[in-house]
């Protein structure tokens, strides 16, 4: 039975689970049927950050353009262009135990691609949840149903995975920015070129 999580709340992943090792991060949404007429791109990312809060490199921002971190241990599944269909539209794969150790955090987002062209942000969009899942069990361990109205944001910082006195965490953020994934690698430290 996986805990489901509001807004703020925080939970340990390794502390109830011994030995979980890899875990699948599955990001889903459904957009409502009031939309612009265009059609809808979401693109998830994680940032993998340091003790500043930001990325060492532009490696450590794994999305559609930078699919596996050079370590291997954070891998993104690809870009789902549509988001049709029931399940998770994109899934990011880690192995909890390769991330450098200079990583503390990783923040996991979700952005519109190509929003203010599209007239389109996340008040459009309906369902959005974030899901932890035991690759080897199967079992989902932790759910975040994003329940706030983001009216006029076209990025959402959706969770974050962290480390804290030799455990996984996970904290569900569900914080929305304006500017899209722009404003996102700012914050993170990252040149958006």
Known sequence: MPINLSKGQK????????GLKNIMVG????????????????DTAAFMLDSSGHCPSDKEFVFYGNLVHPSESV??????LTGEGDGDDEKIMINLET?????????FTATIYEAEQRKQ???QVSNAYIRIVDVITGEELVR??????FSIETAVVVG?????NGEWKFNAIGSGFQGGLAALCANYGINAQ
Do not use: C
């Not at 939970?11 to 011994?18: A, E, Y």
């Not at 975040?144 to 109205?149: P, R, V």
């Not at 974050?160 to 804290?164: G, T």
């Open 27 to 42: 990001l889903g949404w459904d957009i409502n049927v009031y939309d612009t007429g265009g059609s809808f791109d979401l």
């Open 144 to 149: 975040y149903d994003l329940a706030e109205d």
């Open 121 to 123: 942000n996340f008040g």
């Open 99 to 107: 991330i450098p150790q200079n990583i503390e955090r990783i923040a």
């Open 160 to 164: 974050e995975l962290y480390r804290s």
């Open 75 to 80: 891998k993104h599944m690809g870009d789902n």
């Open 11 to 18: 939970v340990s992943l390794t502390k109830n689970n011994p």
